[in-house]
T-cell receptor, first 111, second 111 residues
Framework: GEDVEQSLFLSVREGDSSVINCTYTDSSSTYLYWYKQEPGAGLQLLTYIFSNMDMKQDQRLTVLLNKKDKHLSLRIADTQTGDSAIYFCAESKGSNYQLIWGAGTKLIIKP | NAGVTQTPKFQVLKTGQSMTLQCAQDMNHEYMSWYRQDPGMGLRLIHYSVGAGITDQGEVPNGYNVSRSTTEDFPLRLLSAAPSQTSVYFC??????????FGPGTRLTVT
């Protein structure tokens, strides 16, 4: 079946790197996405990666895609208090533009 | 570019009342969606539209109606509000790589 799985919580110290992991099941997915949701706010698109790529970097964010293991990760370098949020992974279902969503990982920053 | 806008931000209804949640986008996107977000349930798709005049049901459509008379607007109607419809509602508009852009959300309480 279709499923996107994420750990519910991740706790890191301020200044360390955060690595949020996601596994998906649909090998035909064309794009995979990362979203950030701060308390009381909507979902903000952080980045996305095309399925024929292995890595994408954007400032402090690095996305790694392992197609063989259907594993996606989001690394946030030098984690700051402003990175405290819930991070959602999602995969596309191809031409009908529907996304399959993970349940979200809450990133907790320790001082 | 305002992106995706939603009104109202907050709403309290009594059981049995009806209301319309407004959503508009100025990005000329064909595909739009409505989700609800509940604690522990993640994002669930209510209805979606692939263009003006075309709508379809998502995962949890019961109790909701939609219409799409223009590309810009995609209102969600609650026909007879029930406490089970207490939730946060998000409208999203989809870009050319399947990435979804979200509005700020409407927080609805049904008493």
């Amino acid at each position: 079946g279709e499923d996107v799985e994420q750990s519910l919580f991740l706790s890191v110290r301020e200044g360390d790197s955060s690595v949020i992991n996601c596994t998906y099941t649909d090998s035909s997915s064309t794009y995979l996405y990362w979203y950030k949701q701060e308390p009381g706010a909507g979902l903000q698109l952080l980045t996305y990666i095309f399925s024929n790529m292995d890595m994408k970097q954007d400032q402090r964010l690095t996305v790694l895609l392992n197609k063989k293991d259907k594993h996606l990760s989001l690394r946030i370098a030098d984690t700051q208090t402003g990175d405290s949020a819930i991070y959602f992974c999602a995969e596309s279902k191809g031409s009908n533009y529907q996304l399959i969503w993970g349940a979200g990982t809450k990133l907790i920053i320790k001082p | 570019n305002a992106g995706v806008t939603q009104t109202p931000k907050f709403q309290v209804l009594k059981t049995g009342q009806s209301m319309t949640l407004q959503c508009a986008q100025d990005m000329n996107h064909e595909y739009m969606s409505w989700y609800r977000q509940d604690p522990g349930m993640g994002l669930r798709l209510i209805h979606y539209s692939v263009g003006a005049g075309i709508t379809d049901q998502g995962e949890v459509p019961n109790g909701y109606n939609v219409s799409r008379s223009t590309t810009e607007d995609f209102p969600l109607r609650l026909l007879s509000a029930a406490p089970s419809q207490t939730s946060v509602y998000f409208c999203a508009s989809t870009g050319t790589s399947g990435e979804q852009y979200f509005g700020p959300g409407t927080r609805l309480t049904v008493t």
